[in-house]
C-alpha cells in the first residue's frame, strides 16, 4: 500500500514537473516603445516583456521570446512560428474574427495625431499611420490620404521629413516624441477613442492556454500589480484598471 501511496505521488509530481517545463513562445514587434522594443543589450524590453514573464510566472509557464515584423505577427501566429502575441495589439471585431484574444491588459486609451504644424490638416491632408493598425483603418476612413509604414518610428519620421502632414497612433506611443522633441511636434486636433484595449493574441483553438493567461491578468488586477506596471511604463497620468 505505502508502495502504491509513493508511486502515485511520483506520478502526480511528474505530471506537475510537465507542466511547469510548458513552454510557450511570445511573439513581438520590438518596435513600438513603451509597448515593446529592443534594448541595448539586444534583448526584447519594455511593458509587455515585463508584463509577459510575470504573466508565465503566475501561469507556471516558462516563456521565450520571438521577434517578428508587425505585418506579419498574425499569420505567423496562425501558423506556429510562436503561440502568443504580445505587441501593443488591440482588440478589435474585425481581429477577433482571425484570432483569439485575453482579457485586455491595458484599458481603451486614447489615439492622437501629432504634427511639426498645430495647423496641419488632420481632415483632408496626408497621415501616417502603421500599416495594420486600428490608427490606420480610422484614417482610411476619415477622408484623410493614408500613408502607411511598417514601424511607428517611419510614421513619424515621414512627418519629419515632408512626407506625412501628421501622424495617427497611439497616444502613448507619441507622447515621449512629442514631449522630447523640444518644440518639433505637437499634438493636434482631438484625441480619439479606439478599439476595446490592449490583449495577447491567441489562435482560437488555443483555450487552455487562453484560461491561464485570463487567470494570471486577472490576479494582477486584483492585487494591483498590473496597474503599478502601467504606471512604471506609461507615467502617472495614463488610464490603468
Not at 232 to 240: A, M
Request: net charge negative.
Amino acid at each position: 500500500m505505502k508502495k502504491l501511496i509513493l508511486t502515485t505521488a511520483l506520478v502526480a509530481l511528474a505530471a506537475g514537473a510537465a507542466v511547469a517545463q510548458q513552454t510557450v513562445r511570445m511573439g513581438t514587434e520590438g518596435a513600438y516603445p513603451p509597448y515593446n522594443f529592443i534594448n541595448d543589450k539586444g534583448e526584447v524590453d519594455g511593458y509587455e516583456r515585463e508584463l509577459g514573464d510575470e504573466l508565465c510566472k503566475r501561469a507556471n509557464l516558462t516563456c521565450t521570446w520571438v521577434k517578428n515584423d508587425w505585418d506579419s505577427i498574425v499569420p505567423n501566429l496562425q501558423s506556429g512560428n510562436y503561440d502568443t502575441i504580445m505587441a501593443g495589439m488591440s482588440i478589435t471585431e474585425e481581429r477577433e474574427k482571425v484570432i483569439d484574444f485575453t482579457q485586455n491588459y491595458i484599458p481603451p486609451l486614447a489615439s492622437a495625431y501629432a504634427s511639426t504644424s498645430p495647423d496641419a490638416d488632420i481632415e483632408g491632408g496626408v497621415v501616417a499611420a502603421q500599416t495594420g493598425t486600428i490608427q490606420a483603418a480610422h484614417v482610411a476612413e476619415s477622408g484623410a490620404t493614408l500613408l502607411e509604414f511598417a514601424t511607428g518610428e517611419e510614421t513619424v519620421a515621414a512627418v519629419r521629413n515632408g512626407e506625412a502632414d501628421a501622424v495617427f497612433a497611439d497616444k502613448d506611443f507619441l507622447v515621449p516624441f512629442v514631449n522630447e522633441s523640444s518644440g518639433e511636434f505637437t499634438f493636434v486636433g482631438e484625441d480619439v477613442p479606439l478599439g476595446g484595449g490592449v490583449g495577447m493574441g491567441l489562435r482560437k483553438s488555443d483555450t487552455e492556454l487562453k484560461e491561464k493567461f485570463n487567470a494570471a491578468i486577472q490576479s494582477m488586477k486584483d492585487d494591483g500589480t498590473i496597474n503599478a506596471m502601467i504606471k512604471k511604463w506609461f507615467g502617472d497620468d495614463i488610464q490603468t484598471f
